[in-house]
């Protein structure tokens, strides 16, 4: 008599159990993700914009609130501006070439081909390699006695070249880090696109004597046009934010001035570089003005983000 | 159809030249930096540059560190991103679509802007100088949770979780006797990603770590600096934390490779 409600309860327990198990689960599996965002990714965010209005440095105990204050010493400062011309001048020296680089390797990529894979790999193994690796290998390349880049110029007649002494060619020199990092990369994203795009259309195209380069131009470009957005939008974006490669640059080519001006005359001194200097670097750990500079470098990154993606949605077959 | 592999042959020596080329000044002798021309082929001395670098700097311990971080980052990252990857793929439950658009959304998010208050976080929680700070923030990513998502949605068979639900698995059940097997090569791939991206890390661990409790990257920046200037040293060091990787990498390249595709496509 009594085991029967007994069974009833639990099978009704159970089946409790199981419509929240199927409600309620989905979130908790989703939740590690938001929860950590939250924490390590959104709260710093908006934080900065709150610390970004104080007079606030790590050695005080008391913050004051400024307002607008850092924001306006901020854009009298000459370095700050100096920040801004290398970002931008070593953003489009490294980004344009190397994309239309990628795009150029991953369309000789995208036929039948023998050692499809070794190719591939190749391409990727810059990427592999580290920031720190990548800066330390090529500032001896680069470097103004014995360097082999200098040594290869000579047979031109050129002069030892000090790369990282002057703007245009410290910036010359971080391009061609940067390039060798992430053009394989991009190459290998453009590939993967490319792949999607149905055969018959070269097949016709072939058919209708169009050359290599006119069938590159347009079916290829207008039909991955997409992928190309994403990749300007991202290269923009990384971009803006280059920092590793000028802070050890200056480190490692000797130059002097400290590892966060950027060489000696902050010749190749980013902005990202320029908010470590401030926030870091500094003997008196400047958060509320490195915030400042954090909260205008974002309003940048937007910002071109922003036109590069209408100018790429923009442009219509002929992007090259 | 000739010059195209000339091409693609000269794209691949300027790949793994720079590579090889470390590895021959850092098995030189210091005075061999100064001849004209550079050398081209390894020389002898590679062991003995490779014992100076760690002397100068705790390189032991930034391997320790270095192999502890990347390590729990993608056991952790694989886990995390299957998980809520086979909620969006295959579970059905309200805010779904938004909830997924977000976490791409997020990934276009510079996380580098709130480097000051993640630092200052990261001294509340009395973190700074350890490993935590490295291996917390980084427990699951945007990208680890769309790659999973995306795999699972087309390589696991809906109809094999109804099987698994009509024999009376919970949820946790199917994630565990079901999809985390079939996840296996997709995983792989995105743990060998985040452990290369992880090991590579170097703007973080710079901020947030001391020099005497370092990480390989910050070690090597070390090695790299001014104040030592010994191009030799620097690239035995690089040479040592730079080559494992690139073995792993000559090994799996060609599964990574398709990893990375596939992640990026429909990005």
């Keep these: 008599m009594s085991t029967l409600p007994l069974a009833i309860t639990r099978r009704r327990r159970r089946s409790v159990r199981h419509t929240l198990d199927l409600r309620v689960s989905p979130y908790a599996y989703v939740a590690p993700f938001f929860l950590l965002f939250c924490a390590f990714g959104l709260f710093p965010l908006v934080y900065t914009a709150w610390v970004s209005l104080h007079e606030w440095t790590l050695l005080s105990e008391t913050q004051e609130f400024v307002g607008l204050g850092n924001y306006s010493t901020l854009l009298a400062d000459a370095y700050f501006w100096n920040a801004t011309f290398n970002t931008l001048s070593i953003g489009v020296l490294s980004t344009v070439p190397q994309l239309a680089l990628a795009i150029w390797l991953a369309h000789l990529l995208n036929r039948r081909l023998r050692f499809q894979t070794l190719f591939r790999v190749s391409l990727l193994l810059p990427n592999v390699t580290s920031v720190v690796a990548v800066v330390v290998i090529f500032s001896q390349l680069f470097g103004r006695d014995f360097g082999m880049i200098n040594w290869i110029l000579s047979w031109f007649g050129v002069g030892n070249i000090d790369w990282a002494a002057g703007t245009a060619t410290s910036h010359i020199a971080l391009s061609v880090m940067i390039m060798w990092r992430w053009t394989g990369y991009n190459a290998l994203i453009f590939l993967a696109a490319m792949q999607a795009v149905p055969r018959e259309l070269y097949e016709a195209a072939t058919l209708d004597g169009a050359s290599n380069f006119k069938q590159l131009r347009s079916i290829t470009i207008p039909m991955i046009r997409p992928t190309i957005v994403f990749v300007v939008i991202v290269s923009t974006i990384g971009a803006m934010q280059i920092i590793a490669e000028p802070m050890l640059f200056g480190q490692s080519s000797g130059g002097g001035g400290g590892i966060a001006t950027g060489g000696p005359d902050r010749q190749f001194q980013t902005l990202a570089l320029f908010v470590y200097e401030q926030g870091f670097a500094n003997s008196t750990f400047d958060f509320g003005y490195a915030s400042a500079a954090s909260w205008l470098m974002f309003l940048a990154v937007v910002f071109v983000a922003g036109i590069n993606f209408l100018i790429t949605r923009r442009v219509k077959g002929g992007l090259v | ?267």
């Design chain 2, 1 to 267: 159809m000739r010059l195209r592999y000339l091409t693609l042959i000269a794209v691949a020596f300027f790949s793994a030249f720079p590579l090889y080329y470390s590895v021959v000044v850092a098995s030189r002798h210091n005075s061999a930096l100064a001849q004209v021309p550079p050398p081209l082929i390894p020389g002898g001395n590679f062991f003995a540059n490779v014992s100076r670098v760690f002397d100068t700097v705790p390189f032991g311990l930034a391997l320790v560190n270095s192999l502890i971080v990347a390590g729990s980052i993608s056991i952790a990252v694989m886990f995390f991103s299957t998980l809520a990857g086979f909620a969006f793929a295959k579970l059905a439950f309200r805010g779904r679509n938004i909830m997924l658009v977000i976490t791409v959304a997020t990934m276009m998010v510079p996380a580098q802007l709130g480097i000051i208050p993640l630092y200052m976080l990261m001294v509340k929680l009395e973190w700074t100088g350890t490993n935590y700070a490295l291996i917390v923030p980084a427990l699951v990513n945007a990208f680890g949770v769309f790659f999973m998502t995306q795999y699972l949605s087309r390589a696991l068979p809906t109809e094999l979780l109804e099987a698994g639900r009509v024999d009376g698995c919970s949820t946790w059940g199917l994630f565990w006797h079901v999809v985390l097997p079939a996840a296996r090569p997709a995983a792989a791939v995105l743990g060998m990603l985040t452990f290369m991206s992880a090991w590579n890390d170097y703007f973080w661990p710079l901020v947030v770590l001391t020099p005497d409790n370092p990480t390989v990257q910050v070690a090597l920046s070390t090695l790299a600096s001014g104040y030592v200037n010994d191009y030799v040293l620097g690239l035995a060091g690089t040479a040592i934390g730079t080559l494992p990787l690139v073995a792993v990498f000559a090994l799996f390249g060609k599964h990574i490779i398709g990893g990375i595709m596939q992640g990026a496509v429909k990005g």
